[in-house]
C-alpha cells in the first residue's frame, strides 16, 4: 500500500506534536530541560527573564551564555545590568567587604543575584551570590 504526501505530512506533524508535548509534560518549568528554556539559550523564544535567571542555578552550561559577551551582548540578553549600588540588598551585604564586586555588574531581575565580573570590556566569572 502505497502513502500519499498528505499521509506522511500528517504522521510527520503527529510525530513532532507527539515529541513536543512529550517533552513538555516530562520538564515542567522550572528545569533547565524546559522546552521554553532551552528554545530561550538558542535564542528562539523570548522566555521572562526573570524565570530564565532561576533556570540558569541548576544549568552547567550556564557560564557560556555570560563568559567572554561584552556588557551591551549582555543586555540584550538579560536586560539591565546594574552596579552594585543598585544590586539587590542581599547582594549589597554579600559584597559588603569583600573587593571581588568593584566593577562587577548584577543581573537585575533574577530571584537570585547573578554577579557578573569583567575583565576589559567582556565578562570574565559569572557567579551565583549565595550563602555569604
Known sequence: MKLSRARILAILLLLVFAF?????????????RNIKYVLWKAGLYRLNLSEAEGEMISDPSRDKLVIGKT???LEQRFGDLV???????YAKLCCRDG????GALFLADGPAPWMIVFR???AAELYLIKGC
Open 20 to 32: 513536543v508535548g512529550g517533552w513538555i509534560l516530562l520538564y515542567p518549568s522550572p528545569d533547565r
Open 120 to 122: 576589559g570590556d567582556k
Open 99 to 102: 573587593s571581588d564586586c568593584d
Open 71 to 73: 556588557k551591551a551582548q
Open 83 to 89: 552596579p552594585l549600588a543598585n544590586a539587590p540588598e
